[in-house]
């Protein structure tokens, strides 16, 4: 029998530096959206998988028809620790449309299953996405708590003690929550997420699908310590934004009072694509993903970006694994490492 539902205070969402059983991801499986590269992608995958397992299980959605496929695939990039769920999707975002874990008072895990709507409906069908919390709460028999607030994972960073950092042009976005106020949001991601304090950022950066994601822009590193993309070029798209956001930090706080200590994590140089839907590609090394021992950080085969931002990185996670993975062929469709990953706390 499953256990009651756990709301507010009796809930914590732990920071994602904290012990991890797992990590989620949906595969790709649609020729339409990857414009011929399907191959390719399904390749970055499986290399992806190859350096999560051996920190955490690699846990993948995706309908039974591709399980033959994928295991081959896997087992051939030397990845033993994977498991695969009958969980059919429409896309691959799974920080975004999948269950956001969060600890009960009992120490046991509940899902968050917030409603998705992929990105204020800019990409259909998203039915099938949408589902994924409550297959995922099913399989692992956890109690699943819902909420008609449109959501997406990457929407939000928490630092473990009930901070949360979000953007306005994404949760109060008339795409996605059309009528609803900040208080009333703040309210819910309180009686979802145990939260006690949000803080609002602006909007995101240049050639971003979702409005303005905060885990390309700004990332806790501990609880009291976060990065935060800055650009320098004041002729960059980016630059006007995210100099707003950074002169906003200077105000955050913890819920006991604690400044914040904010470290810059620079931009690379511009990922441009030709005859594409996105001009300028959303490429951030904040998209980074904490998985146990390692960190695995989006890089763009940029020599000198790429190590500035992962010896920044290094210093933030002293005793870690800071792994560049080529994020070049996630990025044109608008994400990259944390974007397709979800974790499962142990």
Known sequence: MKKNIMYGKDLRWPAEWEQQEAVWLSWPHREDLWQGGLNELTEHYAQLAAVIAPHAQVRINAASALHGSIRTLLQAKGVQNFALYNHPTDDVWCR????????????????????????????????????????????????????????EGGAIEGNGEGLIITTEAVLLNPNRNPGITKAEIEAELHRMMGTEQVFWLGSGIEGDD??????????????????????TDTHSPHYRQLAENNERLQDLRTPSGHNVEIVPLPMPKPLVAHDWRLEQLPASYANFLICNGAVIVPIFCQEREDDRALGILRECFPGKQVIGVDARRLVIEGGAIHCITQQQPL
Do not use: Y
Not at 133 to 150: E, F, G, K, V, Y
């Open 96 to 151: 975004d449309h999948g269950g956001i874990f969060v600890r009960r008072s009992d120490g046991s895990l509940q899902i968050a299953d917030w409603t998705f709507n992929a990105w204020g409906g800019k990409f259909a069908p998203w039915n099938l996405d949408n589902e994924i919390p409550q297959r995922m709460a099913d399989t692992l028999q956890l109690p699943r708590q819902c909420s008609n607030i449109i959501l």
């Open 210 to 231: 979702t409005d303005g994601h905060i885990d390309d822009m700004v990332r806790f590193v501990n609880h009291e310590a976060v990065v935060s993309i800055v650009e």
